[in-house]
């Protein structure tokens, strides 16, 4: 089981930035693909950004604001968040799978391990 720890959530104004850190003690974690996913309450889970070994992919809410990288170095993948809007506002998770199964993955099934996810609230 691969073990994933969120940090860096918290309170921002519409605007303000936040960088997010997914953090793993997995050994061979640069052998799998992480995601961030979303939730706002009462809503379902939406896809954020996914980093690869070699590519990124984000959802069209998020491009041009939010940039995913990796440090597999230090076993953690960041999701640098810029001009944060009030519809950023949710729980958010990373989550992995190894790399082969899937080469761009969007949808939360595709991935097999979960962090418990950190809270970003943007105010108006």
């Known amino acids: 089981q691969v073990q994933l720890v969120e940090s860096g959530g918290g309170l921002v104004q519409a605007g303000g930035s936040l960088r997010l850190s997914c953090a793993s003690s997995?050994?061979?974690?640069?052998?799998?693909?992480i995601g961030w996913f979303r939730q706002a309450p009462g809503k379902g889970r939406e896809f954020v950004a996914t980093i690869s070994a070699s590519s990124t992919n984000y959802a069209d809410s998020v491009k041009g604001r939010f940039t995913i990288s990796r440090d597999n170095a230090k076993n953690t993948v960041y999701l640098q968040m810029n001009s944060l809007k009030p519809e950023d506002t949710a729980v958010y998770s990373c989550?992995?799978?190894?790399?082969?199964?899937?080469?761009?993955?969007?949808?939360?099934?595709?991935?097999?391990?979960w962090g418990q996810g950190t809270q970003v609230t943007v105010s108006s």
């Open positions: 989550a992995a799978h190894i790399w082969w199964k899937y080469s761009t993955a969007t949808a939360a099934e595709d991935y097999d391990h």
């Open positions: 997995e050994r061979t974690f640069s052998s799998y693909n």
